[in-house]
């Protein structure tokens, strides 16, 4: 190829990116293929939909009969779970939002790396702060269960799978991130 027959398919390549025609589309849709933004999103709204259900799961632990060390702990540990779920919910929602409002059609190349970018790095710091927190959250319920020794037991395998599941969630989601920088 010449290089002006480059220039020309690249030209036609271009256009047809930026001005997809509504065969395009439909073409798109069809292979059910989602972009690394869309996959973000996704993902956001799933843990956002999941930190709410938990919420109304933590509001059930007032109800419960398990051998708390004090009658007061329960409601305790049951307003410190919804409120630390619903801080997770909201962001999570927030974060979903914001890559929602990147729009690949209309963005540059630039702007979209660097929206993508900041949410990235709020996403980082986000868990800066919400890690200690969980910390926090299951050395309450600890020592709200101090003398029970299988719940405690129980509690340490549960956080032995949750940091194992999470950390695969944060490369996950980290990968979202590099593949839409690439």
């Known amino acids: 190829m010449t290089p002006e027959e480059i220039k020309q398919t690249w030209r036609e390549a271009a256009q047809r990116i930026s001005q997809p025609t509504l065969d395009e589309y439909e073409r798109m849709y069809r292979n059910k293929k989602e972009t690394a933004l869309e996959s973000l999103a996704k993902r956001y709204h799933r843990f956002s939909m999941l930190g709410f259900a938990m919420v109304l799961c933590s509001f059930g632990w007032m109800g419960c009969h398990l051998p708390f060390e004090t009658e007061e702990s329960k409601y305790i540990v049951s307003g410190v779970m919804m409120i630390y779920f619903g801080l997770c919910a909201i962001i999570d929602r927030w974060l979903y939002k914001g890559v929602c409002s990147i729009d690949c059609y209309t963005m540059t190349v630039s702007e979209v790396i660097a929206k993508a970018m900041y949410y990235r790095k709020k996403h980082l710091q986000s868990m800066v702060f919400l890690i200690p927190c969980a ?47 690439e």
């Open 135 to 181: 910390i926090a959250v299951v050395g309450l319920m600890a020592y709200s269960f101090k003398s029970e020794k299988y719940i405690l037991y129980g509690m340490a395998a549960g956080a032995i799978v949750g940091l194992v599941i999470g950390s695969f969630q944060f490369r996950e989601f980290m990968d979202e991130y590099r593949k839409i920088k």
